[in-house]
């Protein structure tokens, strides 16, 4: 069965550190997706990345970069030089062949200033 | 660029009473997904439609019923409320037809049953 582990429930960093959300998921499928959304106190989900599975090259946007490495099943998340504005709450999640998103149970971030 | 739009954004509702929510997509979005988010919990999928036919069902209560109308906007529907309906309703809308895959989520339905 499908499956996505977002171990670390909650994370807490002074403003500037560098920071790390891990992603770990489980699938027999050779085609699917990965997603990264994030949910501020506001609430609403802000989609982040989708990384398909034949494609490993990292992303970097800004601040933002991921690291997907298959050989571990693994999607992680870095934000450099951390913001306050960058408190939230991070959900990574899998998406099969039939489309079902499958979530993380989410790590919340808290960037103290 | 236009977004997925969630119509009530907060709605308070008595127990046993109906609620409706509405989403509308993306244009030329034509498949719509609906989410229930509980309180610190993950989205947890209720039921999707695709060019107006539910194409897939997952956690929804029967008391919840959906659709998808012409105009692809969808309506959820939760009759006799429960206490444990509250939470956090997502509408995503996606380009399924055309395989990119990327859920837009609208902002969400907050609905508190007292």
């Known amino acids: 069965a499908q499956k996505v582990t977002q171990a670390q429930t909650e994370i807490s960093v002074v403003e500037k550190e560098d920071v790390t959300l891990d992603c770990v998921y489980e699938?027999?499928?050779?085609?699917?997706?990965l997603f990264w959304y994030k949910q501020p106190p506001s609430g609403e989900l802000v989609f982040l990345i989708r990384r398909n599975s034949f494609d490993e090259q990292n992303e970097i946007s800004g601040r933002y970069s991921w690291n997907f490495q298959k050989s571990t099943s693994s999607f992680n998340f870095t934000i450099t030089a951390s913001q306050v504005v960058d408190s939230a709450v991070y959900f990574c999640a899998f998406m099969d062949s039939n489309y079902q998103l499958i979530w993380g149970a989410g790590t919340k971030l808290i960037i103290k200033p | 660029a236009a977004g997925v739009i969630q119509s009530p954004r907060h709605l308070i509702k008595e127990k046993r009473e109906t609620a409706t929510l509405k989403c509308y997509p993306i244009?030329?979005?034509?498949?719509v997904y609906w989410y229930q988010q509980g309180p610190g919990q993950d989205p947890q999928f209720l039921i999707s439609?695709?060019?107006?036919?539910?194409?897939d069902k997952g956690s929804i209560p029967d008391r919840f019923s959906a659709q998808q109308f012409s105009d692809y906007h969808s309506e959820l529907n939760m009759s006799s409320l429960e206490l444990g309906d509250s939470a956090l309703y997502f509408c995503a809308s996606s380009p399924r037809g055309s395989g990119a895959n990327v859920l837009t989520f609208g902002a969400g339905s907050r609905l508190t049953v007292l």
């Open positions: 244009p030329r979005h034509d498949t």
């Open positions: 699938t027999r499928d050779t085609t699917y997706y």
């Open positions: 439609f695709y060019e107006k036919m539910q194409s």
